[in-house]
């Protein structure tokens, strides 16, 4: 069952019934059917089609992050600057889709050959709800101008966003047989991924649901990017201003009420700015994010995205005070709703379950690092590594650092970026595959050796 319930207030608005199977074997069969047609239309009419998408994104802004905020409890004005990354995104593959689809002479031993950038078919997309239309568009976008066709399945709490995405690609001249949205149940994903039709998937999601795809996708021998779970760490080795500080990584951290899987999760901070920097940081988190209505642009900390994802993060607090982490402000569920006050967190050592867990809502864990090469070793102990990020006031020392993390995305004196000219993608239980930038269109791309 899809439903829309409102995480302020636990209302149920809307339900809709799953796809039955026929309906999916049909919505397979349109895609299988229309990749033909739609990987023959010149690569200047995609593009221009998806330039088109991204004129209607930017017209229905306000639309859009109303849907989200009913939907999934997003701050209104944190929707629309999503939907501002998915105009950037379709505006990027757009203009620069042509270039990277050209092909690539190739000088060899003996003679010449070409490097041809050819689609695979058709594709299953799997979506998460914590950022319901930027995470279609950094898997839509290349796709649908390299000339693949796409299935949709998004999270069963997002019809809305769903259709409304839809209609706007068939409202930009996207074939309906070159995009279906359906609203398939997580049981139908496994035949789905057995379908000969489908050619390849990608999943945003939990660690369960990648490892899950990831067994059904191996077992068919499909092509698969995954963009799983992170517990992102940001190390502080110093600061000419740290009430700075502590306002950009608080604010990297709370955004999507923390429902982020490139957000800090862990800060490490080096011992001659450990005290302050919690200090400052516990007052920040308790003074300046209280809950409020999400449609509110003046809230600083909206509802989780459902009653059971707050249930789940105050959990795992409890656990984690339990096992003897110290609570500096937060913790406790309030109500109506899937509320949970801004938390943080310290003295987890490793032992406890928040030492490796991610923990997906608005709490932070701050450790302390005698050194700068603890700070490395706290870092890189963790299963995930999707992104990083390291504050300081030296760019090499910075950048020395960063080369030392285990992550697939290291920013400096900034956190949990997204843009669409750069990679996005991780390593270790954070998954597989790039979205975003070049790389993002070469991961269902035939690359056709042609010896000349």
């Not at 995009?179 to 998937?201: K, M």
């Amino acid at each position: 069952m899809y439903s829309v319930t409102d995480p302020a207030t636990g209302e149920l608005v809307e339900e809709i019934e799953n796809a039955s199977d026929e309906q999916v074997r049909a919505a397979i069969g349109r895609v299988h059917a229309g990749f033909s047609a739609w990987r023959r239309r010149p690569v200047a009419e995609r593009a221009a089609i998806v330039a088109r998408a991204a004129e209607l994104f930017a017209e229905r802004a306000d639309e859009l992050a109303a849907i989200m905020t009913l939907e999934m409890g997003k701050r209104i004005n944190e929707g629309r600057g999503e939907v501002g990354i998915v105009v950037d995104i379709f505006k990027y593959y757009a203009e620069q889709g042509p270039a990277l689809l050209a092909d690539e002479p190739l000088p060899i031993k003996g003679g010449q050959a070409v490097i041809t950038k050819e689609p695979i078919g058709a594709l299953l997309g799997v979506m998460p709800w914590n950022f319901p239309v930027y995470q279609v568009a950094r898997f839509v976008a290349p796709n649908l101008v390299l000339g693949n066709t796409i299935l949709l399945k998004h999270a069963s709490i997002c019809p809305r966003a769903s259709v409304a995405i839809e209609q706007i690609l068939y409202d930009a001249g996207v074939p309906d047989d070159a995009y279906v949205n359906v609203f398939a149940s997580s049981r139908q994903v496994p035949w789905i991924l057995a379908d000969p039709r489908i050619v390849g998937v990608s999943l945003t999601g939990s660690e369960a649901a990648g490892i899950s795809v990831a067994a059904e996708a191996g077992k068919n021998l499909k092509k698969t990017v995954l963009e799983l779970g992170g517990s992102d760490p940001l190390i502080v080795l110093d600061t000419d201003d740290l009430d700075e500080t502590v306002k950009a990584t608080a604010t990297a951290r709370m955004r999507n009420c923390g429902q982020s899987c490139n957000a800090p999760k862990r800060m490490i901070v080096l011992a001659d700015l450990y005290d302050e920097f919690v200090d400052k940081l516990t007052k920040r988190v308790s003074e300046y994010y209280v809950a409020g209505d999400p449609s509110d642009p003046k809230t600083t900390l909206p509802p989780l995205a459902s009653v059971a994802a707050a249930d789940e993060v105050a959990e795992q607090v409890a656990t984690a005070i339990e096992q003897g982490a110290t609570l500096r402000t937060g913790g406790h569920r309030t109500g109506p709703g899937a509320y949970l006050e801004a938390t943080v967190l310290t003295d987890v050592t490793p032992d406890m379950d928040a030492y490796r867990d991610e923990i997906f809502g608005p709490v932070v864990l701050v450790f302390k690092a005698e050194t700068e090469e603890e700070a490395i070793a706290i870092a890189n102990d963790s299963p995930f590594g999707l992104g990083a990020s390291v504050w300081g006031t030296d760019r090499e020392r910075n950048t020395r650092v960063a080369r030392q993390l285990e992550a697939g995305m290291v920013y400096l004196n900034s956190a949990g970026g997204s843009q669409a000219d750069l990679p996005f993608g991780g390593i270790k239980r954070s998954g597989m595959g790039r979205e975003l930038g070049p790389a993002g269109i070469e991961e269902f791309m035939n690359k056709k050796s042609i010896r000349l």
